[in-house]
């Protein structure tokens, strides 16, 4: 980044005070100095950049991703982790623990916080919620937490509700968030595909709806009774909107997300048997995707979670029940929400922005990223119009399983 950044009327998105409008902007060694019409530069060493189609914004924020490592390393680093965030627009990361070894001890999360001290990304580590990520002991939660995890997760479903009360009520004393997967894995049972006429069509197991309700429902009880806060990753039904909506109109410590796929495509997209399409939970019905783009919208979801997921070429090269669940998408979530959901209106700007930006710090207790005169420019500049191909020369991940592979999109972070 130069010293001095002029920005000659160019397109604003502040989140947090609701601002899209056109004005000029100065940065002056990473600080936010002038935001106002037509200002008058006095300085002939500033960089000077036409703003015409372009936005500047607050940085982007992924709750929950995946670094391969430690112990995957062919799929990522924690080095291209942050390329392709910083590429994308996402300057702060949230790493799920499921590394080899698992984030869930003091001596995981140090080494994580050495390995990233001078990474471009801020990074956010989840701390395991269990030994190993295993769900028979408790992990030494204080210590995670005195570490400096951002809160915990085992980062899948647990089937037993004793063992969810527990934790839960361990976990209460530190006001950290803990995520919990949604799901019931003895409804679930061998699913891969939502249960629908397509998921009998193309031949593939289904997975009911329920698995995912029951789930939600039964762990709602239980925070009624504990109070702790509670995050609800990956919902996938429109009736866990509904009962979502429910818990926040009582008053439950809920917050919620939704993988970026969930409002792009849905179960027909499957046809194509692509193994970069297996999910878990599956795409849902196109019932399922407009209820959540509608609980994005009345902030009953709180955040669209990126949950980058990179796997190798060899290990996504399989049938598509056979293949692991989860794809990439730091570089690809903000072009294709983008030209999917704001070009086509189903949300406005402010509002994707909001549940990229704003609402992902606020679920983890975090001060909000302020676009106003003196704060550090924590920014994104974005060209919604500059197309592309997605190729995996083109990325800075080391893996490249994405349904867009090899496809033209339209929209990329512009480096200033």
Known sequence: MNNRQFFQKIRILDPLSGIDQIS????????ITHIEDNIILDNEQTKVIDGTGLILATGLVDLYSSSGEPGYEERETLKSLSEASIAGGFTRVGIL???????????????????????L?????????????????????????????????DNRP????????????????????????????????????RESPTSIRLGLVGNPEIAETVAIASILEIVSLTKTPVHLMRISTARGVQLIQQA?????????????????????????????????????????????????????????????????????????????????????????????LVITKHLSPIELWRSLSVNPLKCLNQEPIKLQ?????????????????????????????????????????IDF
């Open 121 to 153: 990304t801020k990074f956010y580590i989840w701390g395991g919620l269990t030994q190993n990520l295993e769900g028979i002991a408790i992990a030494q939660l204080g210590e995670l937490a005195q570490a400096g995890v951002i809160g915990f997760t």
């Open 97 to 119: 623990p499921q590394t080899n070894p698992v984030i869930d001890n003091s001596s995981m999360v140090s080494w994580i916080k050495s390995k990233t001290a001078h990474s």
């Open 248 to 340: 926040k109109e009582n008053n439950l410590p809920v917050t919620a997300s939704v993988n970026w796929h969930h409002l792009l495509l849905n179960s027909e997209t499957v046809a194509s048997y692509n193994p970069n399409l297996r999910f878990e939970p599956p795409l849902g019905t196109e019932i399922d995707r407009l209820a959540l783009i509608k609980g994005i919208k009345n902030n009953i979801i709180d955040v669209i979670a990126v949950d980058h997921s990179p796997y190798t070429y060899e290990e996504k090269t399989v049938a598509f029940a056979q293949a692991p669940t989860g794809a990439i998408g730091l570089e690809l979530a903000l072009p294709l929400l983008w030209e999917n």
């Open 158 to 193: 647990h089937g037993n509700l004793q063992l969810i009360r527990k934790l839960l009520e361990y976990a209460q004393p530190f006001n950290l968030p803990v995520a919990l997967v949604p799901t019931n894995v003895q409804l679930r049972g061998s699913g891969v595909l």
């Open 373 to 413: 005169v003196g704060q550090p420019a924590e920014l994104v500049l974005f060209s919604p119009q500059q197309s592309w191909e997605v190729k995996s020369s083109q990325l800075k991940s080391l893996s490249s399983n994405t349904y867009w592979l090899d496809k033209q999109i339209k929209g990329t972070i």
């Open 24 to 31: 000029d902007v100065l940065l002056d060694q990473g600080i």
